[in-house]
């Protein structure tokens, strides 16, 4: 039976679908092994098979989406912080400069162990983020439109098909990456800390800048801005027919964009000219394909049995922070070479699978930590470290304790939030 979900569930479903998003990038870097790129040459061929048919899908239907999706979640969440931060008379623009230097730390502090860290990226797109909250919405409406279309590198396309003689920009983080894969393979601890500390974040950084990848975030950060604004997520009737247009533009454009992906390998162009016309491509249809996703997302969360399911990814959506960085924590020393080196035996079947059981466990943990806790433990210290007061208690209260407790006027003249 399909039911509207009740109005706590309305943020619920963010926090879902950020979980969502977040279960989709663990098995992405499981598949990927963490940034290390190798698999086991070994393997009899009906599993090899299989790996293939693995690694396809997961370039198909993950990369690309899950970010997309968690970047879409970052700009309805800024939204949420800068409106009740308002309520509550707080310096917005000052704090949440001051919050994303925060995340800038913690992101750096990732980094080190697992390059491929994002938290340093959105923290450093976030601050154009904070200005551009002035404008109005159709001038955000046209700039989100510019940064999803890619100007540069849809300029540079265009010019490669009508001037083969046009000489284009060549990506740079993919040859210290060759050096970085061997380096986590065979070396130390200290070896890829100290190679992390520097060269591996900024290979990361290019990378986005180069693949486009800055740009697209950029333009979903203040999509998420403008659907927090409309306050959509506060009419079920609204988010639903929201939720029913995303999906059916998402499959056309999949469809289009699929079409075009088809005959441009077909097609007798330069090998550089493909190469840029299929990654531009391919960004547009992880575009479409992250409107599928939310869009579907949003529709079964609407028929109550779907949303007992996918409830359950809440609480890691509530502790998104700790669950993210966790992951990297846990699966660097899995497959590097300085822990298990699980690269050398595990190819992307199994890979993804050890993902999955790794995200299920992370679940539970987190449903688990919220029954007794208010904020998951990095959530906790960036919420002290914005305010810089750490009185916020983490621990839930017992009602005895609850009743004693200030009253909330007074927690909101202190600007707790």
């Not at 086991?40 to 899950?66: H, V």
């Not at 988010?239 to 992906?261: D, E, N, S, T, Y």
């Amino acid at each position: 039976m399909n039911s509207p979900p009740p109005p706590r569930s309305r943020i619920d479903l963010l926090d879902a679908m950020r979980g969502s998003a977040l279960l989709g990038i663990l098995l992405l870097h499981a598949l990927h092994h963490w940034g290390l790129m190798r698999y086991p040459l070994d393997a009899p061929g009906w599993l090899k098979a299989l790996d293939a048919q693995t690694l396809r899908f997961g370039l198909s239907f993950l990369e690309g989406k899950a970010y997309a999706v968690f970047a879409m979640m970052f700009g309805v969440s800024f939204f949420l912080l800068l409106d009740r931060w308002s309520e509550r008379r707080v310096n917005f623009r000052a704090r949440f400069l001051w919050r994303l230097a925060v995340l800038a730390g913690l992101g750096y502090l990732h980094g080190i162990i697992y390059s491929g860290d994002i938290l340093l990226t959105i923290a450093i797109l976030g601050v154009p983020l904070v200005y551009l909250s002035r404008l109005g919405n159709r001038t955000l409406g046209w700039i989100a439109a510019t940064l999803l279309l890619q100007v540069p590198l849809l300029w540079a396309t265009t010019r490669l098909l009508f001037d083969p003689g046009f000489q284009p920009w060549q990506p740079q983080p993919w040859v210290a990456y060759r050096d970085l894969f061997e380096l986590y393979a065979q070396g130390s601890f200290r070896d890829v800390t100290v190679i992390n500390a520097w060269e591996g974040q900024v290979s990361r950084l290019w990378w986005a800048i180069e693949s486009g990848r800055h740009a697209q975030m950029s333009g979903l950060f203040i999509c998420g801005l403008l659907i927090g604004r409309s306050r959509i997520f506060e009419d079920p009737a609204r988010c639903v027919r929201l939720a029913r247009r995303a999906l059916l533009w998402g499959l056309a454009g999949v469809v289009i964009l699929h079409a075009l992906k088809l005959q441009l390998a077909d097609a007798s162009m330069a090998g550089t000219a493909r190469n840029f016309a299929g990654s531009l491509l391919s960004s547009y249809r992880a575009l479409a394909q992250a409107a599928v996703w939310m869009g579907a997302f949003v529709l079964l969360y609407q028929w109550t049995r779907a949303r007992k399911v996918l409830s359950l990814l809440a609480p890691c959506g509530r502790m998104s922070l700790t669950c993210y960085v966790t992951q990297g924590l846990i699966g660097v020393p899995l497959f590097y070479g300085y822990g298990l080196g699980l690269y050398r035996h595990l190819g992307p079947l199994h890979s993804m699978l050890l993902g999955g059981a790794l995200f299920v466990v992370q679940c539970a943990c987190a449903n688990l930590w919220l029954k007794h806790f208010n904020f998951g433990p990095l959530e906790w210290v960036w919420r002290c470290c914005t305010f810089l007061d750490f009185s916020t208690p983490m621990r839930k209260r017992e009602p005895m304790e609850a009743a004693a407790a200030p009253a909330p006027a007074l927690l909101e003249r202190r600007g707790e939030g």
